[in-house]
């Protein structure tokens, strides 16, 4: 066997053999089987990969994070339509733009909050990047009425400038909220006619849904391509994230 070929068998089996127990075993023994080795060769073998790991530590966190990759893309794959997609007018920037940015956030959490400027820049300076918000209340229940309030934004086309508003006036409460909605220019009869609709409701539960199956634990959290994000990143991470996705992109096309 070739050194090159060794080390990337022994890499894949490296990791089983990290991972630990009978599952570990088993799945090095199916290696073992499909590379017509016995048990000599492999008993061998895993020796060799056990001091390989001991000798180069630093692969094992690297695989870790090329495992985490690999799921989050899997994760992301099975629903980026519901992820992409905007409820209503719910987004901002080009809406045919070749790189879609999704940011799931709480206007009651100070990280988002810190997060409004980043985004801000992004499209002032990226006229082919399209965000789309989602709202993910979870830190209070006037944070919830907040994200009502967002929804019928959404359905007047008055989102971003809500987004926006509603940042500014500070925490999420009655006072605030309707001060952002008119700050927005919304029509607040019809938006508090839309807020008790089922669609509203239906659309804040499909966001935790989603927020759950692709394991955020708090907000914002970010969504570009098949790369997820928590907390506030920043403006040179977003952007780089952008970047690689669009560089992505050419190279599928």
Same mark, same amino acid.
């Given at each position: 066997?070739?050194?090159?070929? /060794?080390?990337?068998?022994?890499?894949?089996?490296?990791?089983?053999?990290?991972?630990?127990?009978?599952?570990?075993?088993?799945?090095?023994? !199916?290696? /073992?089987?499909?590379?017509?080795?016995?048990?000599?060769?492999?008993?061998?073998f895993?020796?060799?990969?056990?001091?390989y790991?001991l000798?180069?530590?630093?692969?094992?966190?690297?695989?870790?994070? %090329?495992?985490?990759? !690999?799921?989050?893309a899997?994760?992301?794959?099975?629903?980026?339509?519901?992820?992409? !997609?905007?409820?209503?007018?719910?987004?901002?920037?080009?809406?045919?733009?070749?790189?879609?940015?999704?940011?799931?956030?709480?206007?009651?959490?100070?990280?988002? %909050?810190?997060?409004?400027?980043?985004?801000?820049?992004?499209?002032?300076?990226?006229?082919?990047? !399209?965000?789309?918000?989602?709202?993910?209340?979870?830190?209070?229940?006037?944070?919830?009425?907040?994200?009502?309030?967002?929804?019928?934004?959404?359905?007047?086309?008055?989102?971003?400038?809500?987004h926006?508003?509603?940042?500014?006036?500070? %925490?999420?409460?009655?006072?605030?909220?309707?001060?952002?909605?008119?700050?927005?220019?919304?029509?607040?009869?019809? /938006?508090?006619?839309?807020?008790?609709?089922?669609?509203?409701?239906?659309?804040?539960?499909?966001?935790?849904?989603?927020?759950?199956?692709?394991?955020?634990?708090?907000?914002?959290?970010?969504?570009?391509?098949?790369?997820?994000?928590?907390?506030?990143?920043?403006?040179?991470?977003?952007?780089?994230?952008?970047?690689?996705? %669009?560089?992505?992109?050419?190279?599928?096309?």
């Open positions: 066997m070739s050194t090159g070929i /060794a080390v990337a068998v022994a890499a894949g089996i490296g990791i089983f053999m990290w991972q630990g127990g009978s599952t570990a075993a088993t799945e090095t023994d !199916k290696a /073992a089987r499909a590379a017509g080795i016995n048990a000599e060769q492999q008993e061998a895993e020796e060799i990969v056990r001091q790991i000798d180069n530590p630093e692969i094992i966190p690297e695989a870790i994070d %090329r495992l985490r990759a !690999k799921q989050a899997e994760r992301i794959d099975g629903i980026r339509d519901q992820i992409e !997609k905007p409820f209503e007018q719910g987004f901002a920037g080009n809406p045919n733009g070749d790189v879609v940015l999704v940011e799931f956030s709480d206007f009651a959490c100070g990280y988002c %909050r810190q997060s409004v400027g980043d985004v801000a820049r992004l499209l002032s300076e990226d006229p082919n990047l !399209k965000v789309v918000f989602r709202e993910l209340p979870i830190l209070s229940d006037a944070s919830g009425k907040a994200a009502q309030m967002a929804l019928a934004a959404a359905n007047q086309d008055r989102y971003y400038s809500f926006k508003a509603m940042f500014d006036a500070g %925490r999420p409460s009655d006072q605030t909220i309707e001060a952002a909605a008119k700050s927005a220019g919304m029509d607040l009869e019809a /938006a508090k006619a839309f807020i008790s609709t089922p669609a509203a409701q239906a659309e804040l539960e499909s966001n935790i849904r989603i927020a759950q199956q692709l394991e955020f634990t708090g907000t914002p959290s970010w969504v570009i391509g098949n790369q997820i994000f928590s907390g506030a990143v920043g403006y040179d991470q977003l952007k780089a994230a952008i970047e690689a996705e %669009r560089a992505n992109g050419k190279t599928d096309s």
